[in-house]
């Protein structure tokens, strides 16, 4: 295999993770809202101590605007002991539907891709 040939399928891999990424990165952030009301840094952190490997904090933020202008999740600053205040996000009563909605998908998908990848 080329040299060319070899950095073209890491560059494609990439690419691949990062269009994966964003399929589910508000269903993520969705979910980590959920669990515990946070900041956009912390979150990012714990996305990637669980294994989802976000590339940046700029991802994250334009996540936490999408989600909020769509009534997900609203954030409010609250002081931290450490700094700045911080804006904190929560889910909202239509984020929790819309989340219990993406699961419900995103099981189904994950289902059928399990399928044909264990598929002979």
Partial sequence: MKRGT??????????????????????????????????????????????????????????????ETNGRIEGRLEASESGPARRVYRATEAGRDVL????????AVRAGVDAVLDTP
């Fill in 6 to 67: 070899v950095l073209y399928m890491v560059s494609s891999v990439e690419v691949h993770h990062s269009q994966t990424l964003k399929g589910v990165l508000d269903m993520c952030v969705l979910a980590s809202v959920m669990r515990k009301p946070n900041y956009g840094y912390a979150l990012m952190q714990e996305l990637n101590q669980r294994g989802l490997a976000v590339p940046n904090e700029g991802s994250i933020y334009l996540v936490l605007k999408r989600l």
């Fill in 100 to 107: 219990a909605a993406w699961t419900a998908d995103w099981l």
